[in-house]
């Protein structure tokens, strides 16, 4: 079995799966003994819960597993078929929260934006990476502001936006990204002083065609990491890719925009909620 350009090799096996107060039954799944190139030895290797709308078929594996969530979906399971989620935040020392068939209506305050996913594919492997789950709705555009003011617009019209905690960053086409990080005064490993993010502009991005703006500050992406609190350097949390070949348009928003908002993942119907 072939995951994030790993093979791995073990037994198929079926069991009972509990996740908080919900029993899955018979859940197939790999235990995993050897992962090349690397033996497994006697370290411990966290397992992945699959959350994807759509059901990822892997072709280079036998395994054919359905994931827990669809499981959950298919022996009805949830309330709704639904997850929401708020990623932990260690500045403020706030706890996460993925909650499965429902929404927690004290972690945001205001009303939700809903876009409807959209029906993206791409046969290049980095893309189909992140596009294969199905989490992704239609981009506008991406711009930076400083007072308020916009200084630099970039259209994403005809990008898909998809959402994805695989990644830590937000992803952007080469030359959008790399204007981006020049303007930052960043370094080639996208490194800035901590001290000059009181003076970074601030990112708006425009989603769906309502153009619906998100906004992060600087203290958003531009962050110390834990084992670099000695230094005065922080980075840029922007990483970058080359257009498919398949002409196919993606940016990727991680972990540093979903930590950001509180985000609903709709499988009924089709759709992707922030606050």
């Known amino acids: 079995m072939h995951y994030a350009g790993f093979y791995t090799s073990g037994y198929a096996s079926t069991d009972t799966l509990q996740v908080g107060n919900l029993i899955i039954k018979n859940q ?14 006697d370290d411990i290797f966290d397992s992945v819960l699959g959350l994807s709308r759509l059901q990822v078929d892997n072709e280079e594996s036998w395994l054919r597993a359905v994931s827990p969530f669809h499981n959950m979906i298919h022996q009805g399971l949830l309330q ?3 997850f929401s989620l708020k990623l932990s935040e260690k500045a403020t ?14 972690l945001y305050v205001g009303n939700l934006s809903s876009f409807p996913v959209s029906m993206t594919y791409s046969t290049n492997s980095r893309a189909r990476y992140f596009l294969a789950p199905g989490w992704q709705v239609d981009a506008y555009s991406v711009s930076y502001r400083f007072g308020g003011k916009s200084i630099k617009n970039f259209s994403l019209a005809g990008y898909a936006a ?6 830590p960053y937000i992803d952007l086409p080469r030359e959008i990204g790399s204007n981006i990080l020049d303007y930052l005064g960043a370094d080639s490993s996208h490194l800035v002083e901590c001290d000059q993010r009181d003076s970074m502009p601030d990112f708006v991005f425009n989603l769906g065609h309502d153009m619906v703006p998100f906004i992060l500050k600087p ?13 005065t350097t922080c980075q840029v949390e922007i990483s970058l890719h080359d257009e498919p070949e398949d002409r196919t348009k993606y940016i990727v928003l991680g972990s540093v925009f979903l930590g950001r908002w509180y985000s609903v993942f709709d499988y009924d119907n089709a759709q992707i909620s922030c606050r």
């Open 28 to 41: 197939l799944f790999e235990e995993a003994t050897l992962l090349k190139p690397v033996p497994l030895w």
């Open 93 to 106: 020392n706030r706890t996460g929260e993925l909650l499965l068939g429902d929404i927690n209506k004290d």
């Open 219 to 231: 203290y958003d992406y531009i962050r110390k990491q834990p084992q670099w609190e000695w230094s």
């Open 80 to 82: 709704k078929n639904l």
């Open 162 to 167: 998809a959402f994805s905690t695989v990644s």
